[in-house]
């Protein structure tokens, strides 16, 4: 009795081939998604294009001729001491900004999970910070941390710790630390929200099979808390990070990059370089730098994550 051999496609005989054949058999799908595409590369991709094109020109702001330098203006940056103090005050303000909402989120959430009295009432007012706009939290705090009128002069003087008021954002040694607590001020209520959500959809019989074998709450918080909610960090200090680092408005009506630069970030000097001193051609520079810094470290971040086979 003879057999039907089964028909199958001969294989393709290049790589080109091959990726020819993917798409026409995925061209569906590519239709569906090409409108999105196109708008993204239409919003997204041609201003960032336009910013590179631009840091390859001396670009006045004030004239409408350009120059064709070059890289000139990456090699003036890289060679240039201000870049690398930019580089420092960015690294620090990011990172002390996203620890700080971070962990303060994480405990706030944990609390919030709780069965505590008022908890409805909480969470609604953990959210105030966030909705108020950036710039008027920024201005409280300035009022908060005045030499003269301030709040924390005010509780410090009584309690002893200082002898007489301190100008905390006009001292270039901690002017930076005053602006850090405002951010993460600002920015923990998000955290805290995200993480609450993530703790909510952890099954409440982990927690239960946990405390009949006898483990505590640290060790509850330990191997199952934070496990269930490593991908919702993951993504939230992603998002904390990208957000900390090009923000502008909390740093410039705090203190506007002063003094002596000391507050000053990577976002802060493109503005100043770019807007203020009418070089858009450097100023777009810096904007690439900043960019491609930020590009390295997702790829890296989730690069990390994902290395031991975790899917976001």
Do not use: C
């Not at 005989?13 to 054949?21: A, I, N, P, T, Y």
């Not at 840091?55 to 990456?74: C, K, M, N, W």
């Not at 901690?174 to 929200?193: K, N, S």
């Not at 502008?248 to 802060?268: H, Q, R, Y």
Request: hydrophobic share 50%; glycine share 10%.
């Amino acid at each position: 009795m003879g057999t039907v051999e089964e028909y199958t496609e001969p294989p393709a005989d290049s790589r080109l081939e091959r990726g020819v054949h993917y798409l026409w058999q995925n061209r569906l799908a590519y239709l569906l998604i090409a409108p999105a595409a196109i708008f993204l590369l239409s919003v997204v991709g041609w201003p960032i294009f336009e910013t590179f094109r631009l840091s390859l020109y001396r670009s006045p702001a004030d004239a409408a001729i350009e120059t064709y330098v070059g890289f000139q203006h990456y090699v003036e940056i890289l060679n240039s001491d201000i870049f690398y103090q930019l580089l420092w005050q960015t690294g620090r303000w990011v990172l002390l900004g996203v620890a700080g909402k971070t962990l303060l989120g994480l405990l706030i959430a944990v609390h919030l999970r709780g069965d505590i009295r008022g908890r409805k009432f909480f969470r609604t007012a953990f959210l105030i910070p966030w909705g108020i706009p950036y710039a008027i939290s920024a201005v409280v705090f300035r009022w908060i941390e005045h030499p003269q009128y301030g709040y924390l002069n005010a509780i410090l003087l009584k309690l002893g710790v200082i002898d007489q008021g301190m100008g905390i954002l006009g001292s270039p040694d901690i002017a930076w630390l005053g602006v850090v607590v405002a951010d993460v001020w600002i920015g923990t209520p998000f955290m805290a929200i995200i993480f609450l959500a993530g703790l909510q959809s952890i099954p409440e019989e982990l927690y239960e099979a946990a405390a009949i074998d006898g483990a505590e709450k640290w060790h509850q918080f330990r191997y199952i808390t934070l496990p269930q909610l490593k991908s919702v960090i993951l993504i939230a200090t992603l998002l904390s990070t990208i957000w900390t680092f090009v923000s502008f408005d909390v740093i410039w009506t705090m203190t506007g990059g002063g003094p002596i630069n000391t507050t000053a970030t990577l976002v802060i000097w493109i503005y100043q370089v770019g807007l203020e001193n009418g070089n858009l051609g450097r100023g777009a520079a810096y904007s690439v730098i900043g960019f491609l810094f930020l590009m390295a470290f997702a790829v890296i971040y989730l690069r990390i994550y994902t290395r031991g086979g975790d899917e976001l």
